[in-house]
């Protein structure tokens, strides 16, 4: 029995000296991101969102640690949000790059505005195609001779079906269970293998298709939305909720350094968009 | 040498022949097993799924003396589904990721073998939408099988744990999971596929028992070589009668090659009808997932199937939520008990979906019989409509027909369903369906910005709150329980009684001629109530919160009940961290989910334990 008090009393010690641990811990600048998925980040740190952190961090003077997982269904739920093994914190404080006013997070100021892009090959017979409502009005003979990729969620599968292309689709996941490839990676093989001509994608990946061929492979179109159907969104950084301290340091950050970003952005060949005034969600005006 | 051609065909014959005993004795043997109340050999005790048990030692009368008599832990921490299996004597039970199994000897409680898979958690555990449950084992010809997280279906010498093969059912690269238990059927063994969010298309898949030699493989939707779906002979539920399919229905009803992506996974529970040799279950949503992106029926997503055990051929198939707007996933289990329906007998076969219809139809053509609401809060339709089988869906709660950028509001049941995957029990003394509940409805917010692999896109939030209404009545009382235990007559459609359960009964039951049906619950009690009135007769607290099924067995003369105990799984994430504290403009992960959160985590923690009761001596 008494060896059992003095471990009792042992955890209280412990528990008790936790908020140092705490301290520590904040020393770092935490990030979760995907070890594979260029151009966003990599394992080798050499995607956007990585240099975005690093260059936080070393402002911050901070060290930069990364807790790396596949960002799919659940991506936020177990990173994010989960606390560590041992119940001191979370697994990381910031997620470098989700849509502003996603709900999943909270979300900083905006640091880059992009837009799906209409991308062909080229030299595929669809030279001529010079923005997208083309495709919508083409001969049926020639619309049946498309190869346009299709996504089981996002805008450029609800444009097909809008404007009747749905049929013409080659189905594609919007993720994959796949460790060691990605969407991005996946698009660009076939595309440069012909099993597609064309896709409507998301501008940073977009960019990375473009930056695996030699210059002026591809067209890229953006494309415009509408008040039913929205292409460009502004993307942030995702903290916890009720982690104000953390947003006001990144949005503090992000108006001192946003030249700085938005040329990194710009560095993977990922249109840019002005970033527009921020629409506020009516549960966030705290 | 002279007639090689010949010799080898009798060669083969006689191989058939061979073969045959040795076939039927995997089947006899296991229906043998499920005879005997003393095992509890498949996850539904017997073939026909009915988690009924013919022992009576634990009554109406004793069962208050019920006492825990032994536990055992899993060392698991996640959501422990499924529930024990006792053959000859030997326990055997499983845990989520990392997939363990456990052999354990009743009589002196110590493991006699356990086996831990080899999987790559990097690999796995991001593809798993829903922490990483399994629904159990499967027994059959001397062996356990394990359905792995990593969708590797494993056999195991159920003596020594010594693995006798494994074989690769689905591709995890993508998105492809499983969690489902198997079942043996004659010399194959049934299973399916997990990964719906991913777009994976969803098939039934049976292999040799003793090689793990893919025998057939039929998908949810595709060319009718892949379905197994015969033209003119495979028939379905139209214009009030059987009527065969016509050629290919399994992609007509989609847009171009969507059905590549098409969903409809089939990640429930499987039964069987030995004597007209058929194979049931239900098949899940349809994927691309806004629904406005994949017009028509999305045939055969959301729907109920009869396949040949032998072939895989479909007998029939009936489809209860054509173009699936709601997550009405519909691989809930199937009950096969021989029931007089209006004036007559038929084989029935009795499913109780997420979309909150009970259906019973006759289980030899899919003849539809009877469909009506097991919770009369559900309002996302009046009612099914008998001659066309389908639903007659209220546009107010149509997400499609208010158009995108319109909140839906009040839509009853919530994604999750009146009934998720947790299996009912059937007593053939009061004729009643035991049926573990939720009691929720939801909203969906458009304009929600949401993120998936690094792509942008308009979503929308659902959020959830307690149903708030009368389960018999559906008039609305301002009840606050997220949970109801319902017991409901398959051959009329009424509910005879319903208990209110603060949190949604996420905890298959097992009825017992005993009168006695119990079911967990996820705050972590093992309850049992009286099978013709439903009053509660004892409760235990287990643990952690249950979201196991409850199972019973004899040893040595003594009934046992045991159920799994450890929270997670959906109910731990999608009830916890996605409910709507009923405040309004909360959202579905944030701010709102707090409070229900905060009320379950002050019942329970994570942590995996079996309990096992009987009567004190």
């Given amino acids: ?286 | 040498m002279k007639k090689p051609v010949k010799n080898w065909l009798l060669a083969s014959t006689v191989a058939t022949l061979l073969a045959a005993p040795t076939v039927s004795t995997a089947n006899d043997d296991l229906e043998k097993l499920t005879k005997n109340p003393a095992n509890w050999a498949t996850w539904g005790g017997d073939y026909a799924g009915t988690r009924y048990s013919q022992l009576s030692q634990i009554n109406a009368q004793n069962v208050k003396n019920l006492q825990p008599a032994w536990s055992f832990s899993t060392g698991v921490l996640r959501g422990h589904e499924g529930g024990p299996l006792v053959v000859n004597g030997v326990l055997y039970i499983h845990t989520p990721f990392p997939n363990t199994v456990y052999a354990i000897d009743q009589k002196t409680k110590a493991v006699i073998w356990e086996f831990t898979p080899t999987m790559d958690a990097d690999v796995t555990i991001p593809v798993m939408c829903c922490d990483t449950v399994n629904r159990g084992l499967a027994y059959g010809d001397g062996k356990i099988f394990l359905q792995q997280s990593d969708t590797v279906l494993t056999a195991l010498d159920a003596k020594t744990g010594k693995r006798v093969w494994s074989v690769q059912n689905g591709d995890p690269k993508l998105g492809m999971t499983n969690t489902n238990a198997p079942l043996v059927v004659k010399d194959k063994v049934i299973t399916g596929i997990s990964g719906g969010e991913f777009g994976v298309r969803g098939f039934l898949a049976a292999y040799d028992i003793r090689t793990g030699q893919l025998a057939w493989k039929g998908y949810s939707m595709g060319p009718d070589k892949d379905t197994l779906l015969k033209p003119g002979k495979s028939t379905t539920w139209e214009n009030g009668k059987v009527t065969p399919v016509g050629a290919d229905s399994g992609t007509s009803t989609w847009k171009g090659d969507q059905w590549k992506i098409g969903g409809g996974t089939t990640w429930g529970w499987y039964s069987y009808d030995p004597k007209l040799n058929l194979v049931y279950y239900g098949s899940g949503n349809p994927s691309t997932w806004n629904p406005v992106q994949r017009p028509g029926d999305n045939k055969w997503s959301m729907s109920l199937w009869a396949r040949d055990a032998d072939t895989g051929e479909v007998k029939w198939v009936y489809q209860m939520t054509p173009h699936d707007e709601w997550d009405y996933d519909g691989i809930n289990e199937t009950v096969l008990v021989d029931q007089e329906v209006k004036g007559k007998m038929h084989k029935t076969i009795v499913h109780f979906d997420r979309n909150g219809f009970g259906y019973t139809l006759d289980r030899e053509t899919g003849e539809l019989l009877v469909a009506e609401k097991f919770d009369k809060s559900v309002n996302w339709a009046t009612h099914v409509d008998m001659k066309t089988g389908r639903p007659a869906v209220v546009p107010e709660f149509s997400t499609e027909h208010h158009g995108e950028d319109v909140n839906t509001v009040g839509t009853c049941p919530a994604a999750l369903g009146s009934k998720n995957q947790q299996p009912v029990s059937y007593s053939p003394q009061t004729g009643l369906f035991y049926i573990s509940g939720n009691h929720l409805c939801m909203e969906y917010e458009p304009f929600e910005v949401s993120y998936t692999a690094g792509q942008p896109y308009v979503g929308a939030t659902l959020s959830m709150m307690p149903a708030g209404a009368d389960v018999l009545t559906g008039k609305k009382d301002d009840s606050t329980n997220l949970g109801q235990f319902t017991a409901y007559d398959a051959k009329t459609g009424k509910i005879a009684w319903s208990n209110k359960e603060q949190f949604s009964v996420w905890s298959g039951s097992v009825a017992t001629a005993g009168g006695v049906v119990f079911y967990g619950t996820l705050e972590g009690y093992l309850k049992a109530v009286d099978a013709k009135t439903g009053k509660e007769l004892y409760k235990f607290k287990t643990p952690s919160g249950i979201i196991g099924n409850v199972n019973t067995w004899e040893f040595e003369g003594k009934q046992y009940v045991g159920v799994l105990s450890g929270i997670g799984g959906w109910a731990g994430i999608g009830i916890a961290a996605g409910l709507d504290d009923g405040s309004s403009s909360t959202n579905s992960e944030g701010l709102g989910a707090v409070g229900a959160y905060r009320s379950l985590s002050s019942y329970t923690k994570l942590g995996g334990t079996l309990t096992v009761f009987a009567l004190p001596n």
């Fill in chain 1, 1 to 286: 029995m008494k060896t059992i008090s003095t471990a009792t009393k042992f955890l209280m010690m412990a528990s008790l000296a936790s908020p140092a641990l705490t301290a520590h811990a904040q020393d770092k600048f935490r990030v979760c991101a995907d070890p594979l998925n260029p151009p966003y980040s990599t394992k080798e740190q050499s995607g956007y969102e990585n240099k975005i952190a690093a260059l936080f961090a070393k402002q911050l003077g901070q060290e930069l640690e990364y807790t790396w997982l596949p960002e799919r269904i659940g991506f936020i739920r177990n990173t994010l949000k989960a606390e560590n093994d041992n119940g001191e914190g979370f697994k990381c404080d910031v997620v470098m790059g989700v849509p502003a006013g996603y709900d999943l997070t909270d979300t900083t100021k905006p640091y880059f505005h992009s837009t799906y892009v209409l991308l062909i090959a080229k030299g595929r017979g669809w030279d001529d195609i010079k923005d997208s409502t083309q495709l919508a009005s083409l001969p049926l003979d020639k619309q049946e001779k498309l190869k346009i990729a299709m996504f089981d969620r996002g805008p450029g599968t609800e444009w097909l079906q809008k404007n009747g292309l749905l049929e013409y689709g080659v189905p594609y996941q919007s993720m994959t269970g796949d460790n060691e490839h990605n969407i991005a990676m996946q698009i660009e093989q076939d595309l440069r293998a012909g099993k597609i001509d064309m896709v409507i994608l998301w501008g940073p990946m977009a960019g990375y298709v473009q930056s695996q061929s030699s210059k002026n492979s591809y067209i890229a179109i953006p494309m415009q939305s509408s008040p039913d159907m929205k292409f460009d969104f502004s993307i942030a950084m995702g903290i916890r909720q009720g982690d104000e301290k953390r947003k006001q340091q990144l949005n503090d950050l992000i108006a001192k350094n946003l030249d700085k970003i938005q040329a990194i952005v710009a560095g993977y060949d990922i249109p840019l968009l002005p970033i527009p005034a921020q629409t506020i969600k009516k549960d966030d005006d705290d």
